[in-house]
């Protein structure tokens, strides 16, 4: 399977512990975005990056939350000291830009559950 | 107000009818527009990704976009089953430096009854 990958796919944590999500992109894509999903909403955009460098965050990314992409490659996302707030779906999603808008297609991966107890 | 509302349904159709999903948004710099379909509990897929206004078709799935009212709309005929999922429309910030940071409308609930 070379589609976006996500782990772990579920995660149940007490209020106050520190997660970790990893994602593993298509290979070639060298942009890669996490977003988060609650019931009934449709995603909401956290962070992207090109290649290594995190170029962008929202505003809902508090100071909680990190992400890093080191090496180009996979990209983890951390949250902590975790709130009931912060149960949700976080999803992941690579594309290869090209300087073209329509080329930049995103994918998504399955997404990982997080559930706060 | 969000840039892009979606009636949250949920719609239950009968196999083979046509549905109608529609996405408003307030946002004139959107420029391009997706469908994504989403399983429960699984990523959203691409359907369709369109740019002009004017009507896209790709199979069973047409895609309409009219800029002037600023409405989206997602046609399916010969509805299946297997169609039931949740639809979500979207838009990239044309402004920003990247066309994936995606402002999603919230999703209609589509279920296809046999």
């Known amino acids: 399977d070379t589609g976006v990958s996500q782990n772990p796919r579920h995660k149940i944590t007490k209020r106050g512990q520190n997660v970790t999500f990893r994602c593993d992109p298509i290979?070639?894509?060298?942009?890669l975005y996490w977003y988060r999903q609650t019931l009934g909403q449709g995603p909401e955009f956290l962070t992207y990056?090109?290649?290594?460098?995190?170029?962008?965050k929202s505003r809902l990314l508090s100071d909680r939350f990190s992400a890093e992409r080191p090496k180009g490659s996979f990209s983890t996302l951390e949250i902590q000291r975790t709130e009931q707030g912060d149960s949700a779906m976080y999803l992941c999603?690579?594309?290869?830009?090209?300087?073209?808008?329509?080329?930049?297609?995103?994918?998504f991966g399955e997404g990982s559950w997080l559930t706060v107890v | 107000q969000k840039e892009v509302e979606q009636d949250p349904g949920p719609l239950s159709v009968p196999e083979g009818a046509i549905v109608s999903l529609n996405c408003t948004y307030s946002?004139?710099?959107?420029?391009?527009f997706m469908w994504y379909r989403q399983y429960s509990r699984k990523g959203p897929e691409l359907l369709m990704y369109?740019?002009?206004?004017g009507n896209k078709e790709d199979g069973r799935f047409t895609a309409q976009v009219d800029k002037s009212s600023k409405y989206i709309s997602l046609f399916i005929r010969d509805s299946q089953p297997s169609d039931s999922a949740t639809y979500l429309c979207?838009?990239?910030?044309?402004?920003?430096?990247?066309?994936?940071?995606?402002?999603f409308g919230q999703g209609t609930i589509l279920t296809v009854h046999p």
């Open positions: 999603a690579s594309s290869l830009a090209t300087g073209s808008s329509s080329g930049n297609t995103i994918y």
């Open positions: 290979s070639e894509h060298n942009r």
């Open positions: 990056f090109q290649n290594e460098a995190q170029l962008e």
């Open positions: 946002n004139s710099a959107f420029q391009y």
């Open positions: 369109t740019y002009s206004s």
């Open positions: 979207a838009s990239p910030w044309a402004g920003g430096t990247s066309y994936g940071k995606l402002t």
